[in-house]
C-alpha cells in the first residue's frame, strides 16, 4: 500500500507527506468522505510510510517494515474495523494497546474504520484518549459519516476530507486498471458518484444488465398490466428495491437535464440517449421533476419500513398517471 495507490487524492497525500517531512503528525485524525473513495486506502499508506526505514516522506516498499504493512502483520499498525457497532468493550481493548511503545516503527498507528458506528458510550471511551494521548501514538478514525460522530470527538481531530472523484478519473481508472471496456466503464463511473469502490462493486453485482433491464421496462409500459410485470421486477428485498429505484431516478434526471440543455453530454445513461429523449419529449419539465420526487419519497418511505408494494404502486401511479387511467 503506497500514496500512489490513492488514486487522485493527490492533495491529501501532499499533505500527509509533508507532515512526516516536518515532524508535524496530528496524534488524531478524521479521514471522511463517501464510501470506496480510498480514505481507508490512505490510512494505511500514512501509516506505512511513518514507520518506512528508507524514504522521509512515502512508504519505500521494500524495507522489512513496509513488507510488514503489506502483509498486514506490521506490530506497529493496528487495524481495527467494528463491523455493525463499534461498542465500549471494542475501545477498551484498543486503549489496552495504546500503552506499549513502539514495538520497532516510529509511531504506533490505530485506525478505526467505520468510525461513526461507535455507540455514546464508546465515543465517550475514546474521547478520554483523545484529550490525553500518549506521544507515540497516531489515531486516525475512518469514516463515510462524520455528522455521525459527537462534536467533542470531531474537534480533537485533524480533518481530511476525501472529495469525489470526476467521473472522467473514475472511467479512466476502471478502464486501465481493470481493463474495463471504455463505454461500460463510462457507465459504471457515472453512476458511482465519484467512488472507484462503488463502481468496482456496481461491476462486480451486475450493475448495467440490472440497468437495461430496468429501462427496457419502463420503455415496455403500456397500462396497468405492464406496471405490474414491471414492479414484480422489484422484488421484496429493500436493499434491492432501493438499487432499482436509484436507477430509475437517474433516468428521469438524464431526461430533465436533456430537456433543459438539449444535451446528452451530461447524461448518465448516454447510451441510451434515444429512450431518454423520448421520455423527455412526452414529459414536461415539472414532471420530470415531480417524478424525481416521488422516487425520493418512495426511497423515504421504504427506508421507513412502511409496505413496500403499496410505495411502490402510488409511486408509479405518479409518474404513468395515464397508463392507469386505460
Not at 7 to 18: A, N, P
Not at 161 to 180: H, K, Q, W, Y
Request: hydrophobic share 45%; with cysteine; net charge neutral.
Amino acid at each position: 500500500m503506497s500514496f500512489k495507490e490513492v488514486f487522485g487524492h493527490e492533495s491529501r497525500t501532499s499533505l500527509l507527506e509533508s507532515a512526516i517531512r516536518t515532524g508535524r503528525i496530528a496524534h488524531a485524525y478524521l479521514f471522511h468522505g463517501m464510501e470506496g473513495i480510498g480514505k481507508r486506502t490512505a490510512a494505511l499508506a500514512f501509516a506505512k510510510a511513518i514507520n518506512c526505514r528508507r524514504d522521509d516522506t512515502a512508504p519505500c516498499g521494500e524495507c522489512d517494515s513496509c513488507r510488514k504493512a503489506e502483509r498486514g502483520v506490521h506490530p506497529d499498525i493496528v487495524a481495527v474495523s467494528g463491523g455493525q457497532a463499534i461498542r465500549i468493550g471494542d475501545i477498551r481493548d484498543l486503549q489496552a494497546q495504546m500503552v506499549f511503545r513502539p514495538f520497532e516503527g516510529n509511531r504506533r498507528v490505530f485506525i478505526l474504520d467505520g468510525a461513526d458506528r461507535m455507540n455514546i458510550a464508546a465515543a465517550n471511551a475514546l474521547l478520554k484518549t483523545l484529550e490525553e494521548p500518549f506521544p507515540f501514538n497516531i489515531l486516525i478514525l475512518v469514516t463515510s459519516r462524520p455528522d455521525h460522530l459527537p462534536a467533542t470527538i470531531l474537534s480533537r481531530c485533524q480533518r481530511m476530507r476525501f472529495d469525489p472523484l470526476p467521473a472522467e478519473s473514475v472511467a479512466s481508472f476502471l478502464s486501465e486498471s481493470f481493463s474495463i471496456a471504455e463505454e461500460q466503464a463510462r457507465i459504471l463511473a457515472a453512476s458511482s458518484g465519484g467512488s472507484i469502490g462503488k463502481a468496482l462493486l456496481l461491476k462486480d453485482q451486475g450493475y448495467i444488465e440490472l440497468r437495461d433491464r430496468i429501462l427496457d421496462g419502463i420503455a415496455a409500459i403500456r397500462g396497468p398490466a405492464d406496471i405490474f410485470t414491471f414492479l414484480a421486477e422489484f422484488g421484496s428485498d429493500k436493499e434491492a428495491i432501493l438499487d432499482r429505484l436509484d436507477i430509475m431516478a437517474a433516468f428521469f434526471r438524464d431526461a430533465l437535464v436533456y430537456r433543459e440543455t438539449g444535451s446528452a453530454d451530461d447524461m448518465i445513461n448516454r447510451d441510451r440517449a434515444g429512450q431518454i429523449r423520448r421520455l423527455a419529449d412526452a414529459f414536461s419539465s415539472r414532471k420530470l421533476l415531480d417524478g424525481i420526487r416521488a422516487m425520493g419519497e418512495a426511497r423515504q418511505s421504504l427506508e421507513r419500513n412502511m409496505n413496500k408494494q403499496l410505495t411502490l404502486e402510488l409511486m408509479m401511479f405518479r409518474l404513468f398517471p395515464a397508463s392507469f387511467e386505460r
